[in-house]
């Protein structure tokens, strides 16, 4: 059984730092894209970061270009997102996924597995 289980989010600051994390098991995920995706109240979900497990190749959206980091720990088997100089506008429940997909793909429908979900608020 495929899971993913995000960890990390919390309140912080404008202008803080968090680092999410992503716990994938159940398969072997060194084909497969993992993306960061996160869901504002009363917006659509949206792309955040990607990376090819296997090439550790990278895509961000532009808003976060210079600001998030996304890795990932073939050890640990875990993805993370590290998040600086953070804005209230990121504030919103990101989500970690997986899907055999190139690291340019940013429309939710395609990855396959999800998470649960962590909620990131930033205050002013």
């Known amino acids: 059984q495929v899971q993913l289980v995000e960890s990390g989010g919390g309140v912080v600051q404008a202008g803080g730092s968090l680092r999410l994390s992503c716990a994938a098991s159940?398969?072997?995920?060194?084909?497969?894209?993992m993306g960061w995706f996160r869901q504002a109240p009363g917006k659509e979900r949206e792309f955040v970061a990607a990376?090819?497990?296997?090439?550790?190749?990278?895509y961000y959206v532009d808003i976060v270009k210079g600001r998030f980091t996304i890795s990932r720990d073939n050890a640990k088997n875990t993805v993370y997102l590290q998040m600086n100089s953070l804005k209230p506008e990121d504030t919103a429940v990101y989500y970690c996924?997986?899907?055999?997909?190139?690291?340019?793909?940013?429309?939710?429908?395609?990855?396959?597995?999800w998470g649960q979900g962590t909620q990131v608020t930033v205050s002013s």
């Open positions: 996924a997986a899907g055999l997909v190139v690291v340019t793909t940013v429309e939710a429908r395609r990855y396959r597995y």
């Open positions: 159940g398969r072997t995920f060194s084909s497969y894209t």
């Open positions: 990376i090819r497990w296997s090439l550790g190749s990278t």
